[in-house]
């Protein structure tokens, strides 16, 4: 049995269907989960919850954690602490591997010019404290002889679903025939992860015994792009306008008066103010794997939209 905890995302969902090449006993866990594969088994479940965690855990024998809280500090500070705790102590009490499906908010300031699976720990953003925190829950667990398991990180991913930033920002404007937005800074580079090449990449990896007790990253395409970059990639593919719009710092902290996201988004900063530039090497060496480009995710993604997928 292999279990996803939070399987409703976009993560959860592209790694359900990775999984079917790996098992035919898939159980999806969360508050309304929905099936991706005719044979995947559903639980439902608070995360927040010890018993419903120990519930959805029993009996797994990798769990996958790729759950997605509230984009608020004060409900990571609240919740991620114990959900990790919960998670880890199901996973060590019923012998199952972990799989954490992690950000790189733990790496911050210039550390985010090339972040590598040796990168610091080294948060500058309050998100990223917390983030930090977690991490080393699950590192002191591995420490401890106790727990197996992974960390995968991914960078900012981009795929077809709702609430990624290359989508609000750039896809959604461009479809309304308005400038397209890019946060901060549009000229530094800005690595981003396709969402199935992570979900595939995280099956992987929870299917690869000898992987376990490392940090990944996801594959990721090397050729990074200037924000300004992503925008016309997007144009030339919709048949839109590269025209754009950027948001500086000043501005977004002004509209956090009025909108709290660009509040929570203010000291995330750092990942666009300069070069943020996500290295996949190690994973891409070791499983002999080619991240999607980003021409081809684009393009793809853009198709998909167009059909209503």
Same mark, same amino acid.
């Given at each position: 049995?292999?279990?996803?905890? !939070?399987?409703?995302?976009?993560?959860?969902?592209?790694?359900?269907? @990775?999984?079917?090449?790996?098992?035919?006993?898939?159980?999806?866990?969360?508050r309304n989960p929905k099936k991706v594969n005719g044979t995947d088994t559903l639980v439902t479940a608070n995360l927040l919850n010890r018993d419903d965690v120990s519930?959805? =855990?029993?009996?797994?024998? =990798?769990?996958?954690?790729?759950?997605?809280?509230?984009?608020?500090?004060? /409900?990571?500070?609240?919740?991620?602490?114990?959900?990790?705790?919960?998670?880890?102590?199901?996973?060590?009490?019923?012998?199952?591997?972990? /799989? +954490?499906?992690?950000?790189?908010?733990?790496?911050? !300031?210039?550390?985010?010019?090339?972040?590598?699976?040796? @990168?610091?720990?080294?948060?500058?953003?309050?998100?990223?404290?917390?983030?930090?925190?977690? %991490?080393?829950?699950?590192?002191?667990?591995?420490?401890?002889? $106790?727990?197996?398991?992974?960390?995968?990180?991914?960078?900012?991913?981009?795929?077809?679903?709702?609430?990624?930033?290359?989508?609000?920002? =750039?896809?959604?404007?461009? &479809?309304?025939?308005?400038?397209?937005?890019?946060?901060?800074?549009?000229?530094? *580079?800005?690595?981003?992860?396709?969402?199935? %090449?992570?979900?595939?990449?995280? &099956?992987?990896?929870?299917?690869?015994?000898?992987?376990?007790?490392?940090?990944?990253?996801?594959?990721?395409?090397?050729?990074?792009?200037?924000?300004?970059?992503?925008?016309?990639? +997007?144009?030339?593919?919709?048949? *839109? @306008?590269?025209?754009?719009?950027? /948001?500086?710092?000043?501005?977004?902290?002004?509209?956090?008066?009025?909108?709290?996201?660009? !509040?929570?988004?203010?000291?995330?900063?750092?990942?666009?103010?300069?070069?943020?530039?996500?290295? @996949?090497? *190690?994973?891409?060496?070791?499983?002999?794997?080619?991240?999607?480009?980003?021409?081809?995710?684009?393009?793809?993604? =853009?198709?998909?939209?167009?059909?209503? $997928?």
């Open positions: 049995m292999q279990t996803i905890l !939070g399987a409703g995302g976009a993560i959860g969902i592209e790694l359900a269907r @990775s999984l079917k090449k790996y098992t035919g006993d898939i159980r999806l866990a969360g519930k959805a =855990v029993k009996g797994s024998e =990798v769990v996958y954690l790729t759950v997605g809280l509230e984009y608020k500090t004060g /409900v990571w500070r609240e919740q991620w602490p114990p959900l990790m705790q919960y998670v880890i102590d199901a996973c060590v009490e019923n012998n199952a591997r972990l /799989v +954490f499906f992690d950000n790189v908010y733990a790496i911050g !300031g210039d550390n985010v010019k090339h972040i590598t699976e040796g @990168s610091p720990i080294s948060p500058s953003s309050k998100k990223g404290e917390i983030r930090a925190h977690i %991490d080393r829950l699950i590192l002191a667990g591995i420490e401890s002889g $106790k727990l197996k398991a992974i960390i995968a990180r991914s960078a900012d991913f981009y795929g077809a679903g709702n609430n990624m930033v290359l989508i609000e920002t =750039v896809y959604k404007n461009l &479809a309304k025939n308005k400038k397209a937005q890019w946060l901060f800074n549009a000229r530094t *580079k800005h690595s981003f992860t396709y969402t199935p %090449d992570a979900g595939l990449a995280t &099956a992987m990896l929870g299917n690869t015994p000898e992987a376990f007790n490392q940090v990944w990253n996801l594959p990721t395409d090397s050729n990074i792009l200037t924000g300004e970059e992503w925008i016309t990639l +997007f144009a030339m593919e919709m048949g *839109k @306008s590269s025209k754009y719009q950027v /948001v500086p710092g000043w501005m977004v902290k002004a509209i956090s008066l009025f909108v709290p996201l660009f !509040g929570e988004l203010y000291e995330m900063r750092y990942q666009y103010d300069r070069d943020y530039f996500f290295d @996949s090497s *190690k994973f891409e060496k070791q499983f002999n794997f080619v991240p999607t480009t980003y021409q081809d995710g684009v393009k793809a993604i =853009v198709q998909e939209l167009k059909n209503g $997928k």
